[in-house]
Protein backbone atom coordinates (compact mmCIF):
# COMPACT_ATOMS: atom_id res chain seq x y z
CA UNK A 1 0.00 0.00 0.00
CA UNK A 2 1.54 3.56 -0.65
CA UNK A 3 2.13 5.92 1.96
CA UNK A 4 -0.66 8.58 2.50
CA UNK A 5 0.96 11.09 0.55
CA UNK A 6 1.56 9.36 -2.62
CA UNK A 7 -2.21 8.21 -2.42
CA UNK A 8 -2.59 11.81 -2.69
CA UNK A 9 -1.21 12.27 -5.73
CA UNK A 10 -3.13 9.57 -7.52
CA UNK A 11 -5.58 12.20 -8.03
CA UNK A 12 -3.99 15.51 -10.13
CA UNK A 13 -5.15 18.78 -8.92
CA UNK A 14 -3.23 20.74 -11.77
CA UNK A 15 -2.16 19.60 -15.80
CA UNK A 16 1.41 20.94 -14.59
CA UNK A 17 1.39 18.88 -11.58
CA UNK A 18 0.13 16.25 -14.17
CA UNK A 19 3.24 16.50 -16.48
CA UNK A 20 6.17 16.71 -13.73
CA UNK A 21 4.26 13.36 -11.94
CA UNK A 22 3.74 11.73 -14.88
CA UNK A 23 5.87 8.86 -15.02
CA UNK A 24 5.42 9.01 -11.09
CA UNK A 25 1.55 8.88 -11.99
CA UNK A 26 1.69 6.10 -14.61
CA UNK A 27 3.61 3.80 -11.86
CA UNK A 28 0.67 4.83 -9.49
CA UNK A 29 -1.71 4.70 -12.15
CA UNK A 30 -1.14 0.87 -12.13
CA UNK A 31 -1.13 0.61 -8.99
CA UNK A 32 -4.05 1.91 -8.39
CA UNK A 33 -5.75 -0.46 -10.88
CA UNK A 34 -4.57 -3.32 -9.19
CA UNK A 35 -5.69 -1.88 -5.90
CA UNK A 36 -9.13 -0.93 -7.39
CA UNK A 37 -9.15 -4.60 -9.01
CA UNK A 38 -8.31 -6.38 -5.80
CA UNK A 39 -10.68 -3.78 -3.82
CA UNK A 40 -13.39 -4.93 -6.23
CA UNK A 41 -13.25 -8.35 -5.70
CA UNK A 42 -12.94 -8.09 -1.98
CA UNK A 43 -16.08 -6.34 -2.50
CA UNK A 44 -17.24 -8.36 -5.23
CA UNK A 45 -16.61 -11.80 -2.96
CA UNK A 46 -17.84 -9.90 0.11
CA UNK A 47 -21.28 -9.54 -1.67
CA UNK A 48 -21.21 -13.03 -2.70
CA UNK A 49 -21.06 -14.29 0.70
CA UNK A 50 -23.60 -11.96 1.78
CA UNK A 51 -25.81 -12.76 -0.60
CA UNK A 52 -25.53 -16.57 0.11
CA UNK A 53 -25.46 -15.98 3.80
CA UNK A 54 -29.01 -14.02 3.87
CA UNK A 55 -30.37 -16.70 1.10
CA UNK A 56 -29.52 -19.20 4.03
CA UNK A 57 -30.47 -17.91 6.54
CA UNK A 58 -33.68 -17.04 4.69
CA UNK A 59 -34.13 -20.60 3.89
CA UNK A 60 -33.43 -21.74 7.65
CA UNK A 61 -35.52 -19.17 8.31
CA UNK A 62 -38.40 -20.76 6.19
CA UNK A 63 -37.93 -23.94 6.94
CA UNK A 64 -37.58 -23.31 10.86
CA UNK A 65 -40.70 -20.86 11.33
CA UNK A 66 -42.82 -23.57 12.56
CA UNK A 67 -39.53 -26.43 13.21
CA UNK A 68 -38.57 -25.46 16.34
CA UNK A 69 -35.41 -28.20 16.88
CA UNK A 70 -32.95 -27.68 14.13
CA UNK A 71 -30.69 -27.55 17.06
CA UNK A 72 -30.97 -31.20 17.46
CA UNK A 73 -30.32 -31.75 13.82
CA UNK A 74 -27.44 -29.13 13.75
CA UNK A 75 -25.97 -30.90 16.93
CA UNK A 76 -26.27 -34.29 16.00
CA UNK A 77 -29.09 -34.94 18.54
CA UNK A 78 -31.34 -36.95 16.32
CA UNK A 79 -30.10 -39.91 14.39
CA UNK A 80 -26.85 -39.89 16.21
CA UNK A 81 -25.91 -43.72 18.14
CA UNK A 82 -27.12 -42.51 21.30
CA UNK A 83 -30.59 -41.37 19.89
CA UNK A 84 -30.96 -44.57 17.73
CA UNK A 85 -30.46 -46.34 20.91
CA UNK A 86 -32.70 -44.34 22.92
CA UNK A 87 -35.17 -45.32 19.81
CA UNK A 88 -34.81 -48.63 19.46
CA UNK A 89 -35.14 -48.89 23.56
CA UNK A 90 -38.48 -47.68 23.46
CA UNK A 91 -39.62 -49.54 19.86
CA UNK A 92 -38.81 -52.77 21.78
CA UNK A 93 -41.83 -55.31 21.70
CA UNK A 94 -41.81 -57.43 24.47
CA UNK A 95 -44.94 -59.58 24.31
CA UNK A 96 -45.97 -62.19 21.88
CA UNK A 97 -48.36 -60.30 18.75
CA UNK A 98 -46.68 -56.75 20.04
CA UNK A 99 -47.02 -53.96 18.18
CA UNK A 100 -44.62 -50.70 17.42
CA UNK A 101 -46.41 -47.61 17.74
CA UNK A 102 -45.19 -44.52 16.40
CA UNK A 103 -47.27 -41.87 19.11
CA UNK A 104 -47.50 -38.67 17.85
CA UNK A 105 -48.34 -35.70 20.23
CA UNK A 106 -47.18 -38.19 23.27
CA UNK A 107 -46.43 -35.51 25.43
CA UNK A 108 -50.29 -34.37 25.17
CA UNK A 109 -53.38 -35.22 27.04
CA UNK A 110 -54.42 -38.05 25.41
CA UNK A 111 -51.12 -39.47 23.98
CA UNK A 112 -49.68 -39.41 27.43
CA UNK A 113 -52.47 -41.55 28.51
CA UNK A 114 -52.66 -43.83 25.25
CA UNK A 115 -48.61 -44.13 25.44
CA UNK A 116 -48.63 -45.16 28.84
CA UNK A 117 -51.27 -48.23 27.98
CA UNK A 118 -49.70 -49.51 25.16
CA UNK A 119 -46.48 -49.77 26.93
CA UNK A 120 -47.66 -50.89 29.75
CA UNK A 121 -48.78 -54.09 28.13
CA UNK A 122 -45.73 -54.74 26.47
CA UNK A 123 -46.07 -52.99 22.64
CA UNK A 124 -43.30 -50.84 21.53
CA UNK A 125 -44.01 -47.05 21.75
CA UNK A 126 -41.97 -44.13 20.36
CA UNK A 127 -43.46 -40.40 20.45
CA UNK A 128 -43.29 -37.44 19.06
CA UNK A 129 -43.91 -34.29 20.34
CA UNK A 130 -43.20 -31.00 19.30
CA UNK A 131 -43.55 -29.49 22.99
CA UNK A 132 -45.65 -25.82 21.75
CA UNK A 133 -46.51 -23.31 23.94
CA UNK A 134 -50.58 -23.67 23.45
CA UNK A 135 -50.84 -23.96 27.06
CA UNK A 136 -47.75 -24.17 29.52
CA UNK A 137 -45.17 -26.68 28.23
CA UNK A 138 -43.91 -27.75 31.81
CA UNK A 139 -47.44 -30.00 32.14
CA UNK A 140 -45.87 -31.43 28.73
CA UNK A 141 -42.20 -31.65 29.63
CA UNK A 142 -43.73 -33.68 33.07
CA UNK A 143 -45.48 -35.91 31.20
CA UNK A 144 -42.62 -36.39 29.01
CA UNK A 145 -40.33 -37.49 32.32
CA UNK A 146 -43.43 -39.52 33.44
CA UNK A 147 -42.94 -41.72 30.25
CA UNK A 148 -39.81 -42.03 30.03
CA UNK A 149 -39.59 -43.01 33.58
CA UNK A 150 -42.09 -46.06 32.26
CA UNK A 151 -39.50 -46.62 29.26
CA UNK A 152 -41.13 -44.49 26.10
CA UNK A 153 -38.74 -41.88 24.58
CA UNK A 154 -40.27 -39.10 22.90
CA UNK A 155 -38.33 -37.25 20.44
CA UNK A 156 -38.57 -34.09 20.30
CA UNK A 157 -39.52 -32.66 16.68
CA UNK A 158 -42.22 -31.41 14.85
CA UNK A 159 -44.73 -34.09 12.37
CA UNK A 160 -44.11 -31.32 9.20
CA UNK A 161 -40.27 -32.05 9.81
CA UNK A 162 -40.35 -34.48 6.77
CA UNK A 163 -36.23 -35.57 7.37
CA UNK A 164 -37.10 -36.52 10.82
CA UNK A 165 -39.89 -38.50 10.04
CA UNK A 166 -37.81 -40.56 7.58
CA UNK A 167 -35.53 -41.01 9.96
CA UNK A 168 -37.49 -42.62 12.53
CA UNK A 169 -38.98 -44.67 9.91
CA UNK A 170 -35.60 -45.82 8.85
CA UNK A 171 -35.06 -46.40 12.54
CA UNK A 172 -38.25 -48.42 13.28
CA UNK A 173 -40.48 -50.57 10.97
CA UNK A 174 -43.54 -49.24 12.74
CA UNK A 175 -46.64 -51.47 12.47
CA UNK A 176 -48.82 -48.75 13.27
CA UNK A 177 -48.94 -44.77 13.50
CA UNK A 178 -51.78 -43.49 16.42
CA UNK A 179 -51.64 -39.83 15.62
CA UNK A 180 -53.03 -37.61 17.91
CA UNK A 181 -50.80 -34.38 17.55
CA UNK A 182 -52.59 -31.33 16.41
CA UNK A 183 -53.87 -27.93 17.03
CA UNK A 184 -56.52 -28.49 19.40
CA UNK A 185 -59.15 -25.95 21.36
CA UNK A 186 -62.18 -25.08 19.43
CA UNK A 187 -62.25 -21.07 20.29
CA UNK A 188 -58.05 -20.28 19.84
CA UNK A 189 -58.64 -20.19 15.54
CA UNK A 190 -60.26 -17.21 15.98
CA UNK A 191 -57.06 -15.32 16.54
CA UNK A 192 -54.67 -18.27 15.42
CA UNK A 193 -55.87 -19.60 12.13
CA UNK A 194 -52.55 -20.69 10.91
CA UNK A 195 -51.82 -23.10 13.72
CA UNK A 196 -54.61 -25.10 12.66
CA UNK A 197 -53.74 -25.65 9.07
CA UNK A 198 -49.75 -26.21 9.76
CA UNK A 199 -50.72 -28.95 12.07
CA UNK A 200 -53.89 -30.74 11.39
CA UNK A 201 -53.53 -30.10 7.61
CA UNK A 202 -49.95 -29.65 6.55
CA UNK A 203 -48.52 -32.15 9.40
CA UNK A 204 -51.17 -34.53 8.86
CA UNK A 205 -49.78 -34.82 5.06
CA UNK A 206 -46.24 -34.65 5.61
CA UNK A 207 -47.15 -37.28 7.86
CA UNK A 208 -49.36 -39.69 5.64
CA UNK A 209 -46.87 -39.25 2.69
CA UNK A 210 -44.14 -40.73 5.23
CA UNK A 211 -46.52 -43.80 5.80
CA UNK A 212 -47.19 -44.09 2.20
CA UNK A 213 -43.58 -44.19 1.14
CA UNK A 214 -42.74 -47.07 3.93
CA UNK A 215 -41.89 -50.54 2.66
CA UNK A 216 -44.61 -51.95 5.20
CA UNK A 217 -46.99 -49.26 5.34
CA UNK A 218 -47.93 -48.91 8.83
CA UNK A 219 -51.62 -48.93 10.18
CA UNK A 220 -52.88 -45.12 11.34
CA UNK A 221 -55.88 -44.48 13.87
CA UNK A 222 -55.68 -40.80 13.98
CA UNK A 223 -57.67 -37.98 15.81
CA UNK A 224 -60.86 -36.45 14.42
CA UNK A 225 -63.17 -34.68 16.70
CA UNK A 226 -66.92 -34.80 17.66
CA UNK A 227 -66.82 -30.64 16.72
CA UNK A 228 -66.62 -32.16 12.56
CA UNK A 229 -70.77 -32.46 13.14
CA UNK A 230 -70.60 -28.53 13.89
CA UNK A 231 -74.28 -26.92 13.76
CA UNK A 232 -75.87 -30.32 12.66
CA UNK A 233 -78.69 -30.25 14.47
CA UNK A 234 -79.98 -34.16 14.34
CA UNK A 235 -78.51 -35.52 17.54
CA UNK A 236 -77.56 -37.91 18.62
CA UNK A 237 -74.92 -38.04 16.37
CA UNK A 238 -73.90 -41.12 14.05
CA UNK A 239 -70.87 -41.69 11.90
CA UNK A 240 -73.19 -41.74 8.72
CA UNK A 241 -74.50 -38.48 9.16
CA UNK A 242 -73.64 -35.29 7.25
CA UNK A 243 -70.68 -33.74 9.58
CA UNK A 244 -71.33 -29.66 8.67
CA UNK A 245 -71.27 -27.31 8.20
CA UNK A 246 -68.09 -26.65 10.82
CA UNK A 247 -68.28 -24.08 13.21
CA UNK A 248 -64.70 -23.92 13.70
CA UNK A 249 -61.19 -23.64 12.58
CA UNK A 250 -60.76 -26.80 14.25
CA UNK A 251 -63.79 -28.54 12.94
CA UNK A 252 -62.70 -27.56 9.54
CA UNK A 253 -59.33 -28.74 9.58
CA UNK A 254 -60.61 -32.20 11.18
CA UNK A 255 -63.16 -32.51 8.50
CA UNK A 256 -60.66 -31.78 6.03
CA UNK A 257 -57.85 -34.76 7.33
CA UNK A 258 -60.76 -36.87 7.39
CA UNK A 259 -61.13 -36.00 3.42
CA UNK A 260 -57.66 -36.18 3.35
CA UNK A 261 -56.99 -39.41 4.81
CA UNK A 262 -59.97 -40.95 2.90
CA UNK A 263 -57.80 -39.80 -0.55
CA UNK A 264 -54.51 -41.88 1.17
CA UNK A 265 -56.89 -44.84 1.76
CA UNK A 266 -58.04 -44.85 -1.65
CA UNK A 267 -54.67 -43.88 -3.20
CA UNK A 268 -51.88 -46.13 -1.66
CA UNK A 269 -53.88 -48.78 0.69
CA UNK A 270 -53.10 -46.80 3.98
CA UNK A 271 -55.47 -48.27 7.00
CA UNK A 272 -57.22 -45.83 8.60
CA UNK A 273 -59.39 -45.12 11.18
CA UNK A 274 -60.30 -41.60 12.27
CA UNK A 275 -61.74 -41.48 15.73
CA UNK A 276 -64.46 -38.65 16.27
CA UNK A 277 -63.45 -37.53 20.42
CA UNK A 278 -66.04 -36.04 22.06
CA UNK A 279 -64.95 -33.83 25.41
CA UNK A 280 -62.58 -35.73 26.95
CA UNK A 281 -61.14 -35.11 30.13
CA UNK A 282 -59.23 -36.59 33.02
CA UNK A 283 -55.92 -36.55 35.02
CA UNK A 284 -53.36 -34.91 33.32
CA UNK A 285 -55.89 -33.27 31.20
CA UNK A 286 -55.37 -30.04 29.40
CA UNK A 287 -55.52 -26.24 31.22
CA UNK A 288 -57.48 -24.57 28.44
CA UNK A 289 -60.39 -27.40 28.71
CA UNK A 290 -63.75 -25.89 30.69
CA UNK A 291 -63.05 -28.77 33.65
CA UNK A 292 -60.03 -28.04 34.26
CA UNK A 293 -59.52 -24.26 34.12
CA UNK A 294 -62.86 -24.23 36.37
CA UNK A 295 -61.42 -26.38 38.54
CA UNK A 296 -58.23 -23.62 39.17
CA UNK A 297 -60.50 -20.59 39.25
CA UNK A 298 -63.20 -22.79 42.12
CA UNK A 299 -60.16 -23.63 44.29
CA UNK A 300 -58.48 -20.08 43.90
CA UNK A 301 -61.75 -18.19 44.51
CA UNK A 302 -61.87 -16.10 40.94
CA UNK A 303 -64.84 -16.21 38.97
CA UNK A 304 -66.21 -18.80 36.24
CA UNK A 305 -67.93 -18.07 33.45
CA UNK A 306 -70.54 -20.09 32.01
CA UNK A 307 -71.81 -19.70 28.60
CA UNK A 308 -75.54 -19.83 27.37
CA UNK A 309 -77.29 -20.19 24.19
CA UNK A 310 -80.48 -18.34 23.10
CA UNK A 311 -83.10 -18.23 25.16
CA UNK A 312 -80.87 -18.77 28.36
CA UNK A 313 -80.08 -22.61 27.49
CA UNK A 314 -77.57 -24.36 28.82
CA UNK A 315 -74.88 -25.50 27.32
CA UNK A 316 -73.94 -29.38 26.97
CA UNK A 317 -71.36 -32.16 26.50
CA UNK A 318 -70.81 -35.85 26.12
CA UNK A 319 -67.72 -35.38 28.57
CA UNK A 320 -65.67 -38.56 28.00
CA UNK A 321 -63.32 -39.91 30.54
CA UNK A 322 -60.03 -40.43 29.39
CA UNK A 323 -59.70 -44.21 30.56
CA UNK A 324 -62.95 -45.15 28.56
CA UNK A 325 -61.00 -43.39 25.62
CA UNK A 326 -57.66 -45.37 25.83
CA UNK A 327 -59.85 -48.27 25.59
CA UNK A 328 -61.18 -47.08 22.11
CA UNK A 329 -58.03 -45.90 21.17
CA UNK A 330 -56.40 -49.31 21.83
CA UNK A 331 -59.23 -51.52 20.51
CA UNK A 332 -58.89 -49.23 17.13
CA UNK A 333 -55.22 -50.28 16.66
CA UNK A 334 -56.01 -53.99 17.48
CA UNK A 335 -58.51 -54.00 14.91
CA UNK A 336 -57.22 -51.68 12.24
CA UNK A 337 -56.53 -54.81 9.79
CA UNK A 338 -53.46 -54.52 7.48
CA UNK A 339 -52.11 -51.15 5.20
CA UNK A 340 -51.54 -52.56 1.76
CA UNK A 341 -49.18 -50.45 -0.27
CA UNK A 342 -45.17 -50.52 -0.29
CA UNK A 343 -43.49 -47.65 -1.07
CA UNK A 344 -46.06 -44.91 -2.38
CA UNK A 345 -47.96 -48.34 -4.46
CA UNK A 346 -51.27 -49.29 -3.69
CA UNK A 347 -51.41 -53.11 -3.50
CA UNK A 348 -55.04 -53.96 -2.39
CA UNK A 349 -57.87 -51.67 -0.45
CA UNK A 350 -57.35 -51.13 2.80
CA UNK A 351 -60.01 -50.39 5.91
CA UNK A 352 -61.60 -46.81 6.05
CA UNK A 353 -63.34 -46.25 8.81
CA UNK A 354 -64.46 -43.51 11.81
CA UNK A 355 -65.76 -43.65 15.21
CA UNK A 356 -67.52 -41.71 17.84
CA UNK A 357 -65.60 -42.11 21.09
CA UNK A 358 -67.82 -40.16 23.25
CA UNK A 359 -69.91 -41.19 25.96
CA UNK A 360 -74.12 -41.72 24.99
CA UNK A 361 -74.13 -43.96 28.69
CA UNK A 362 -74.91 -40.49 30.78
CA UNK A 363 -76.15 -38.37 27.94
CA UNK A 364 -74.80 -34.77 27.71
CA UNK A 365 -74.52 -33.02 30.82
CA UNK A 366 -74.91 -29.27 31.03
CA UNK A 367 -72.13 -26.78 31.86
CA UNK A 368 -73.67 -26.10 35.25
CA UNK A 369 -74.54 -29.53 36.56
CA UNK A 370 -70.67 -30.03 35.85
CA UNK A 371 -69.59 -26.88 37.93
CA UNK A 372 -71.45 -28.47 40.39
CA UNK A 373 -69.72 -31.64 40.65
CA UNK A 374 -66.73 -29.54 40.79
CA UNK A 375 -67.51 -27.71 43.66
CA UNK A 376 -68.87 -30.77 45.52
CA UNK A 377 -65.39 -32.44 44.78
CA UNK A 378 -63.47 -29.57 45.94
CA UNK A 379 -66.13 -28.62 48.92
CA UNK A 380 -65.79 -25.34 47.66
CA UNK A 381 -68.31 -22.77 46.04
CA UNK A 382 -68.10 -21.28 42.60
CA UNK A 383 -68.41 -17.42 42.06
CA UNK A 384 -70.25 -18.03 38.59
CA UNK A 385 -71.11 -15.47 35.54
CA UNK A 386 -73.38 -16.30 33.46
CA UNK A 387 -72.67 -14.88 29.59
CA UNK A 388 -74.44 -15.10 26.20
CA UNK A 389 -71.95 -17.81 24.10
CA UNK A 390 -69.61 -15.59 21.96
CA UNK A 391 -69.93 -17.33 18.58
CA UNK A 392 -66.58 -17.93 18.52
CA UNK A 393 -66.77 -21.76 17.69
CA UNK A 394 -69.40 -23.40 19.98
CA UNK A 395 -71.33 -26.02 19.41
CA UNK A 396 -74.34 -25.94 21.50
CA UNK A 397 -75.65 -29.99 22.37
CA UNK A 398 -73.21 -32.00 21.38
CA UNK A 399 -74.57 -35.68 21.98
CA UNK A 400 -73.24 -39.06 20.49
CA UNK A 401 -74.21 -42.36 19.25
CA UNK A 402 -71.66 -44.61 19.84
CA UNK A 403 -73.42 -48.01 19.19
CA UNK A 404 -70.55 -48.55 16.11
CA UNK A 405 -68.12 -48.44 18.19
CA UNK A 406 -69.32 -50.73 20.62
CA UNK A 407 -69.79 -53.20 17.74
CA UNK A 408 -66.59 -53.30 16.26
CA UNK A 409 -64.28 -52.22 18.65
CA UNK A 410 -66.22 -53.90 21.67
CA UNK A 411 -66.46 -49.97 22.65
CA UNK A 412 -67.98 -49.20 26.15
CA UNK A 413 -67.52 -46.25 28.85
CA UNK A 414 -67.70 -47.17 32.22
CA UNK A 415 -67.10 -43.87 34.25
CA UNK A 416 -69.79 -41.30 35.12
CA UNK A 417 -68.91 -37.50 35.18
CA UNK A 418 -69.13 -37.78 38.92
CA UNK A 419 -67.11 -40.50 39.50
CA UNK A 420 -64.36 -39.00 36.89
CA UNK A 421 -64.11 -35.61 37.77
CA UNK A 422 -63.57 -36.59 41.33
CA UNK A 423 -60.23 -38.77 40.01
CA UNK A 424 -59.41 -35.45 38.04
CA UNK A 425 -60.07 -33.30 40.96
CA UNK A 426 -57.90 -35.45 43.12
CA UNK A 427 -55.19 -35.33 40.87
CA UNK A 428 -55.45 -31.44 40.58
CA UNK A 429 -54.74 -31.19 43.94
CA UNK A 430 -51.79 -33.48 44.40
CA UNK A 431 -50.15 -31.97 40.83
CA UNK A 432 -50.46 -28.04 41.65
CA UNK A 433 -49.47 -29.26 45.66
CA UNK A 434 -45.71 -30.06 44.57
CA UNK A 435 -43.46 -26.98 44.88
CA UNK A 436 -42.45 -27.37 41.12
CA UNK A 437 -45.81 -26.89 40.14
CA UNK A 438 -46.25 -23.30 40.69
CA UNK A 439 -45.80 -22.35 36.81
CA UNK A 440 -47.59 -25.16 35.26
CA UNK A 441 -50.94 -23.81 33.98
O1 LIG B 1 -64.99 -32.15 20.72
C1 LIG B 1 -63.92 -31.71 20.40
O2 LIG B 1 -63.34 -32.14 19.45
C2 LIG B 1 -63.38 -30.59 21.18
O3 LIG B 1 -63.63 -30.81 22.56
C3 LIG B 1 -63.27 -29.76 23.38
O4 LIG B 1 -64.03 -28.62 23.07
P1 LIG B 1 -65.25 -28.27 24.00
O5 LIG B 1 -66.18 -29.43 24.10
O6 LIG B 1 -65.81 -27.00 23.49
O7 LIG B 1 -64.56 -28.18 25.43
P2 LIG B 1 -64.29 -26.98 26.41
O8 LIG B 1 -63.42 -25.99 25.78
O9 LIG B 1 -63.82 -27.59 27.67
O10 LIG B 1 -65.75 -26.35 26.66
C4 LIG B 1 -66.85 -27.12 27.20
C5 LIG B 1 -68.07 -26.26 27.39
O11 LIG B 1 -67.80 -25.26 28.36
C6 LIG B 1 -68.21 -24.00 27.87
N1 LIG B 1 -67.36 -22.96 28.42
C7 LIG B 1 -66.07 -22.86 28.03
C8 LIG B 1 -65.25 -21.90 28.57
C9 LIG B 1 -65.79 -21.00 29.52
O12 LIG B 1 -65.12 -20.11 30.06
N2 LIG B 1 -67.09 -21.15 29.86
C10 LIG B 1 -67.91 -22.09 29.35
O13 LIG B 1 -69.08 -22.17 29.70
C11 LIG B 1 -68.06 -24.10 26.38
O14 LIG B 1 -68.87 -23.14 25.76
C12 LIG B 1 -68.49 -25.53 26.14
O15 LIG B 1 -69.88 -25.61 26.03
C13 LIG B 1 -61.80 -29.41 23.23
O16 LIG B 1 -61.49 -28.24 23.97
C14 LIG B 1 -61.45 -29.21 21.79
O17 LIG B 1 -60.06 -29.05 21.67
C15 LIG B 1 -61.90 -30.38 20.96
O18 LIG B 1 -61.17 -31.52 21.27
Request: net charge positive; aromatic share 12%.
Amino acid sequence: MPPLEELALLVPSTTGRFKIYRAHNQMMNHAFHRCFASVTMVFLWALILMAFTASYLSFVDSGNRYLHHSSFWDHGGIGGIQWEKKVHSSAQILRADGISVLVTGAAGFIGTHVSLALKTRGDGVVGVDNFDNYYGPSLKRTRQALLESHGVFIVDGDINDQRLLATLFDTVAFTHVMHLAAQVGVRYGVNNPYSYVHSNVAGLVTLLEQCKCAGRQPAIVWASSGSVYGVNNNAPFSESDPANPPASLYASTKKTGEEITHTYNRLYGLSITGLRFFTVYGPWGRPDMVYFSFTRNISAGTPITVYRVKDRVDLARDFIYIDDVVKGCVASLDTSGKSTGSGGKKKGSAPYRIFNLGNSNSSPVTVPAMVRILEDSLGMKAKMDVADVTGNGDVSFPHVNISLAQKELGYNPTTDLQTGLRKFVKWYLWYYSRPSAHNNL
